[in-house]
Nanobody
Framework: QVQLVESGGDLVQAGGSLRLSCAAS????????AGWYRQAPGKQRELVAA???????NYVDSVKGRFTISRDNARYSLYLQMNSLKPEDTAVYYC??????????????WGHGTQVTVSS
């Protein structure tokens, strides 16, 4: 059973930084394309940052220059470094990854989310 577990969410003042982590556990063989999403109260979930198997990254315009997505394939982990945080970054952040398990089956998985709150 593959699971994704996020950590690193917290309450931080505007202008501060946080680093979110997402670790895959269970019968994980490889993490393929992956990304971080966020959902603010009353809003739809949106893709914040994505990274391909080869390491190509993409960001939503509102976080470009402030957020950095990265991965550690050896640790089956995904990260989101968030700098210069703004109150509008407040949301629950979710990790999503396409994972191939040890039986060779590939599918998408979601983490349960981690709360990021930015105070003004």
């Amino acid at each position: 059973q593959v699971q994704l577990v996020e950590s690193g969410g917290d309450l931080v003042q505007a202008g501060g930084s946080l680093r979110l982590s997402c670790a895959a556990s269970g019968n994980t063989f490889s993490i393929n394309n992956a990304g971080w999403y966020r959902q603010a109260p009353g809003k739809q979930r949106e893709l914040v940052a994505a990274i391909t198997t080869g390491g190509t990254t993409n960001y939503v315009d509102s976080v470009k220059g402030r957020f950095t997505i990265s991965r550690d394939n050896a640790r089956y982990s995904l990260y989101l470094q968030m700098n210069s945080l703004k109150p509008e970054d407040t949301a629950v952040y979710y990790c999503h990854a396409d994972i191939t398990d040890t039986w060779g089956v590939s599918r998408g998985y979601w983490g349960h989310g981690t709360q990021v709150t930015v105070s003004s």
